[in-house]
C-alpha cells in the first residue's frame, strides 16, 4: 500500500490511524506489518465501508482536510471499485535498522557468506554488488543497475534480499553500505575503496534527495552530525526545506537529540565522527 511522506509522519506521531482505498479486494490483512521509511506500520483493521457512511471524524483521522476532500480523493481512480478502510498504526522502527548496527562474529560472517553463496548459484553477483554500492554509495538505482548490465528493476530486487539481511541500507538516492556488509567484505578478503568506512550513529531521516544530497555534501550522513549544526545552518543549506528541516527536527526528538541552539558553529573536523561535521 503507497502512502506519502506526510501520511507516514504523520501515523508515527498518532495524528492519523486510518486510511482509505478503493481495491477490488482487500489487499492487506489484518496484523501486517510494513516496512516504511518512518519504520514498522501495522494493519489493525481492513473494512469495506459504503461512501455514504464515511464520516467528518474518519476523514479527520484520515488526515484529509474534509469530508468532502476524502470523498473527492476516493473518487479520482477507479470510482467504481468498492471502498475500504484501513486501520494504522505506528509500530516501532524497522529491525533492519539495528541489524545493519550489528557486526557478527567470525562464525556469523561465515554463515552469512554460505548464505550469499547460495544466492550465487544462478549466477554470481552479490559480491560485486557489494563491492559496487561500496564504490558509489548515494548512486542512483539505474547507473548501478547499467554498470552491473542488469535491467533497473532486477538489479533493485537484488539489493532488496541483501537488505533484508542488514548488509545495505537505502538512501533517498541510492544505498550505502552498511557497517554489517562492509565487516563481510573485510572478513572475506576483498578489496574496498579506501575511506568509505560506514558512519555509525542513526541513519538520516528520507527527507528527500535534494536535501539529502546538501547535507550529505557537507559530510553529514547521520542525525548525530545534525545535531552539532543549528537549525538556521541546516536550512539555510540549498535543498533544504521547511519539510525536511521540520522531518529532521523530529527525528532529533525521537533520538533525544537536537539542533545545536549555540552562538556558534563547531569546529570542522572528520565528518566520520559522531561529533564532528565536515565544513562545506
Known sequence: MQMRPAELTAIRAGEVDLAFRRWEMPRLKVGTRMRTAVGLIEVTSVDRVPVSRLTAKDARRAGAASLAALRQGLDRVHPERPVYRIGLRYAGADPRQALRETVPDEAGLDEIGAWLDRLDRAGAWTRATLL???????????????????????????????KERGLTESLDIGYRLSARGAALLD?????????????????????????????????????????????????????VGPYALNHLRTALEEAGLAFNSGNQAP?????RTHDSVAPC
Open 132 to 162: 559496487l554500492i561500496d564504490e558509489l554509495p548515494a548512486t542512483r538505482a539505474p547507473e548501478l543497475a547499467e554498470k552491473m548490465g542488469r535491467d533497473t528493476l532486477s538489479f533493485k530486487q537484488n539489493v532488496r534480499k541483501l
Open 187 to 239: 572478513h572475506e578478503g576483498h578489496p574496498r575503496k579506501p575511506g568509505n568506512e560506514p558512519v555509525p550513529g542513526t541513519p538520516l531521516p528520507h527527507i528527500g534527495a535534494a536535501a539529502t544530497k546538501a547535507l550529505n555534501a557537507r559530510g553529514v550522513t547521520r542525525l548525530e552530525q545534525v545535531a552539532m549544526l543549528s537549525a538556521d545552518e541546516v536550512q539555510a543549506l540549498h535543498g
Open 267 to 271: 569546529a570542522a573536523a572528520d565528518p
